[in-house]
C-alpha cells in the first residue's frame, strides 16, 4: 500500500530535550515536506526537500532541521524543544501533483 | 502575511444542497491549486486540483472553479453528504517550485440531516 509513515504517533517530552520523528515513504517521491498545524493558522510548511541532499526552509523552520540522505526517509529533527514548538505534524511526500500525507505525530513540550 | 486565505473558518450545509467553499490568494505566480479534506485524526487527503490554464475543473461531485483575474477560487460539493463534514484546505503552489505548497487556514464543513 502507497503510503507516508510517520513516528511516533503521540509524544510528550520536555523543553530541551532532543528528539527526532520520523517519516518514510514507499512513493519513490523526490519532494518531501514537513508541515505544522495549529488552531486558525492552517498547514505552516517547516521544511520541504527536493531531492536527496536537497532541503530548504519552508514558512516556519526556526527550531527545527531536516536531513535527506535516503530518498524515502525526512525525519524532523528538533535540538532544543520549546513549549511553542507544541503542534500537530505532518510529513507529505510529492510526485510533483499533490503531497500525500502521513497521519500526523501530535507533539507536546512541557 | 497569509498569501492563501480561508476567509470563513466555518459551513453548515443541510443534506443533498450544495456546499460552496471559497479561497483567496495574493501570489500571481501561483499556478496550480488544490484542495484537500481532512478528518480528526488523520492526515490531509488529496481531493481535487486545477492548472491556472483552466478554469473549471470536476470530479464526480466536485466542482472547482479558479477566478485568476480574482486571484479566487471555490470548491463546489453537489450534493452534499454527510461523509463530506470535515475540514477543507485550499492550497497553491508554483509550477517552479512544486514542492513549496502553501495552504489555507481551513474550513470546517458540516453537513446537517
Known amino acids: 500500500e502507497a503510503q507516508v509513515t510517520q513516528n511516533p504517533r503521540y509524544l510528550i517530552t520536555v523543553t530541551g530535550k532532543k528528539l527526532t520523528v520520523t517519516c518514510s515513504q514507499n512513493m519513490n517521491h523526490e519532494y518531501m515536506s514537513w508541515y505544522r498545524q495549529d488552531p486558525g493558522l492552517g498547514l505552516r510548511q517547516i521544511y520541504y526537500?527536493?531531492?536527496?541532499?536537497?532541503?530548504d526552509k519552508g514558512d516556519v523552520p526556526e527550531g527545527y532541521k531536516v536531513s535527506r540522505k535516503e530518498k524515502r526517509n525526512f525525519p524532523l529533527i528538533l535540538e532544543s524543544p520549546s513549549p511553542n514548538q507544541t503542534s500537530l505534524y505532518f510529513c507529505?511526500?510529492?510526485?510533483?501533483?499533490?503531497?500525500?500525507f502521513g497521519s500526523g505525530t501530535r507533539l507536546t513540550v512541557v | 502575511d497569509q498569501q492563501v486565505k480561508q476567509n470563513s473558518p466555518s459551513l453548515s450545509v443541510q443534506e443533498g444542497r450544495i456546499s460552496i467553499l471559497n479561497c483567496d490568494y495574493t501570489?500571481?505566480?501561483?499556478?496550480?491549486f488544490l484542495w484537500y479534506k481532512k478528518y480528526p485524526a488523520e492526515g490531509p487527503t488529496f481531493l481535487i486540483s486545477i492548472s491556472s490554464i483552466k478554469d473549471k475543473n470536476e470530479d464526480g461531485r466536485f466542482t472547482v472553479f479558479l477566478n485568476k483575474s480574482a486571484k479566487h477560487l471555490s470548491l463546489h460539493i453537489v450534493p452534499s453528504q454527510p461523509g463530506d463534514s470535515a475540514v477543507y484546505f485550499c492550497?497553491?503552489?508554483?509550477?517552479?517550485?512544486?514542492?513549496?505548497?502553501?495552504f489555507g487556514s481551513g474550513t470546517r464543513l458540516s453537513i446537517r440531516p
Open positions: 526537500s527536493m531531492n536527496v541532499e536537497v532541503t
Open positions: 507529505a511526500s510529492s510526485d510533483n501533483y499533490g503531497y500525500t
Open positions: 492550497a497553491a503552489s508554483d509550477e517552479s517550485s512544486a514542492s513549496k505548497i502553501i
Open positions: 501570489n500571481s505566480m501561483f499556478d496550480y
